[in-house]
């Protein structure tokens, strides 16, 4: 069974630092992988999906890179603001119809 | 707008007594499902549906029902709810099941 883990559980930074997030999973038979960002008492936001055939994916300050051979992916958040805070998800879809998060990243970025 | 909404969005109910958690999404996706979130165990499948009236079971289906009756429509059943079924419950669409999920705000359920 397809296992997901990000670390760290917790992150904080200054505003304006780049940072990385982390994401790994156990079985690099996958369809795609996507990032979520969850903010408190409101439902999953999509930011970026890597279909398995890629490497990664951009939208504005953030980068997706994929590497299914090793497990793992990496979210890159450029010139972090404190409206990024949040808890962002990581989900790998296997079979047609599995989707396997992680536990998330809690992300404070401190003004 | 485009949206997946959910029904009730807050719920306290006692052990045994049926209730249902509505979902509904007005993008005439194909495919949706339900996960359950708890602590340290993030988000977990409980159902799917590829169509109407195709559904299968998700990683935790043991308590739970579902139907495809309308394709914008996949309620979640909870016939004899237990305290160990005590979650934030989403519901999800896409176009297709490989496609980018959409999420609703989720719904937080108490079973006394």
């Known amino acids: 069974k397809q296992e997901v883990t990000q670390i760290p559980a917790a992150l904080s930074v200054p505003e304006g630092e780049n940072l990385v997030l982390n994401c790994s999973f156990t079985?690099?038979?996958?369809?795609?992988l996507q990032w979520f960002r969850q903010d408190p008492g409101k439902g999953l936001t999509s930011l970026l999906l890597i279909q398995s055939s890629q490497r990664e994916q951009t939208s504005g300050r953030l980068n997706a890179s994929l590497d299914k051979s090793s497990g793992r992916s990496t979210l890159y958040i450029a010139a972090s603001q404190p409206g990024d805070s949040a808890t962002y998800l990581c989900?790998?879809?296997?079979?047609?119809?599995?989707?396997?998060f992680g536990t998330g990243t809690r992300l404070t970025v401190i003004p | 707008e485009a949206q997946v909404t959910q029904n009730p969005r807050y719920l306290i109910t006692v052990t045994g007594k049926k209730l249902t958690v509505t979902c509904s999404q007005n993008?005439?996706?194909?495919?949706m499902s339900w996960y359950r979130q708890d602590p340290g165990l993030g988000l977990r499948q409980i159902y799917y549906?590829?169509?109407?009236?195709?559904?299968d079971k998700g990683d935790v289906p043991e308590g739970y029902k579902v139907s495809r009756k309308e394709k914008r429509n996949f309620p979640l059943i909870l016939e004899s709810p237990s305290p160990n079924q005590t979650s934030l419950y989403f519901c999800?669409?896409?176009?297709?099941?490989?496609?980018?999920?959409?999420f609703g705000p989720g719904t937080r359920l108490t079973v006394l």
């Open positions: 999800a669409s896409s176009r297709l099941a490989r496609d980018t999920q959409y």
């Open positions: 993008m005439n996706h194909e495919y």
């Open positions: 549906s590829m169509n109407v009236e195709v559904t």
């Open positions: 989900a790998v879809k296997t079979g047609a119809n599995n989707l396997f």
């Open positions: 079985d690099s038979a996958i369809y795609n």
